[in-house]
């Protein structure tokens, strides 16, 4: 790691726009580690059978079709962050063109100094990542991403054994492809609601209604994911799920500063809201019927009914 490289980089940000995107990937890596990803043959045969046991799984389980991206990838930090860089470009691009600043070049040394804080600190942290490509121009390959030497660190700081921390994070990550795979309009229905909320705040108000619904429908993507990687899984994960909870809201100072900052707390809660209505709904109506969530936009819960399973199961019959 080269932190001084990292200060001249954002220091010297350039170009026209209020953040200089390729000084950010370039300072994130100089003040994060990549990691190894030399895997031996079993390491590589485990994650290509966990994503192929998620999938068999998922599949039976919650009897809904999908398709795995062909991009899946074991990654090293570097590797996630040069991803997300172009994702961080596309959310924040919106903003970008209608922000208007009297000091361009400091706003655009702050800038690119915050956004390198946080592809650094998410950089060292995730563990996988399913990525729709939202906002992405064309026909764009949804991705599917694996962070090794995150998952090999945290299931050591956790003291669960690597192989199987692992395969219950891959089903959590397939879930994801199984929600966007049995949804085709989900995309587009997230990617509507943020660029909504986006062009608010480029002119400078807050559209608390779009936000609102893309919170109900984040709540959901991830609620779901969470109950289907728990109920599929092919193992005891009832320490795994209790230790990745404390880590969640554990952490020291600047850790759960980070979380404030990034929203992450907003994520736990997603997490945890999102688990209970579909608990509750897979409770009463089975797996099958919690997946009825995708069959349209008009399916998902509001957020109303996200706190009140009981309505959404009475709205949808």
């Known amino acids: 790691?080269?932190?001084?490289?990292?200060?001249?980089?954002?220091?010297?940000?350039?170009?026209?726009?209020?953040?200089?995107?390729?000084?950010?990937?370039?300072?994130?890596?100089?003040?994060?580690?990549?990691?190894?990803?030399?895997?031996?043959?079993?390491?590589?045969?485990?994650?290509?059978?966990?994503?192929?046991a998620a999938r068999r799984s998922i599949r039976e389980l919650a009897a809904v079709s999908f398709d795995l991206p062909d991009t899946i990838e074991i990654q090293n930090r570097h590797h996630w962050i040069d991803a997300n860089v172009e994702t961080f470009r596309r959310v924040m691009a919106p903003i970008e063109t209608h922000t208007d600043v009297f000091f361009p070049d400091a706003s655009r040394v702050l800038n690119t100094g915050s956004t390198t804080l946080?592809?650094?600190?998410?950089?060292?942290?995730?563990?996988?990542?399913?990525?729709?490509?939202?906002?992405?121009?064309?026909?764009?390959?949804h991705a599917l991403y694996f962070v090794h030497p995150n998952i090999r660190r945290?299931?050591?700081?956790?003291?669960?054994?690597?192989?199987?921390?692992?395969?219950?994070i891959a089903f959590h990550e397939v879930a994801h492809a199984a929600e966007f795979g049995a949804a085709p309009w989900l995309s587009g229905h997230l990617e509507g609601e943020m660029e909504r909320g986006i062009a608010?705040?480029?002119?400078?108000?807050?559209?608390?209604?779009?936000?609102?619904?893309?919170?109900?429908?984040?709540?959901?993507?991830?609620?779901?994911?969470?109950?289907?990687?728990d109920r599929a899984f092919d193992d005891e994960y009832a320490d795994l799920r209790e230790k990745?909870?404390?880590?969640?809201?554990?952490?020291?100072?600047?850790?759960?500063?980070?979380?404030?900052?990034?929203?992450?707390?907003?994520?736990?809660?997603?997490?945890e809201r999102g688990k209970a209505f579909f608990e509750t709904v897979a409770d009463a109506r089975g797996i099958e019927g919690a997946s009825v969530v995708w069959d349209s936009p008009e399916t998902l819960p509001s957020g109303e009914e996200l706190d009140a399973p009981e309505k959404w199961l009475a709205r949808v019959g």
Request: proline share 3%.
């Open 244 to 271: 990745v909870e404390a880590r969640r809201r554990g952490g020291g100072p600047l850790a759960q500063l980070m979380r404030r900052l990034l929203g992450l707390g907003l994520k736990r809660r997603q997490y």
């Open 118 to 141: 946080m592809l650094s600190f998410l950089g060292k942290n995730v563990l996988g990542q399913y990525d729709p490509l939202l906002l992405a121009e064309g026909d764009a390959e």
């Open 200 to 229: 608010g705040l480029a002119s400078g108000r807050f559209d608390r209604e779009a936000f609102r619904e893309l919170d109900a429908a984040m709540t959901a993507v991830e609620g779901y994911a969470e109950l289907i990687m």
């Open 1 to 52: 790691m080269n932190p001084l490289r990292s200060l001249r980089t954002i220091s010297q940000a350039s170009g026209e726009g209020p953040v200089d995107w390729g000084a950010v990937g370039a300072a994130a890596k100089d003040v994060t580690s990549p990691g190894s990803v030399d895997l031996t043959q079993h390491e590589i045969d485990g994650y290509r059978g966990d994503v192929t």
């Open 154 to 168: 945290v299931a050591t700081e956790l003291e669960v054994e690597e192989e199987r921390f692992r395969r219950w």
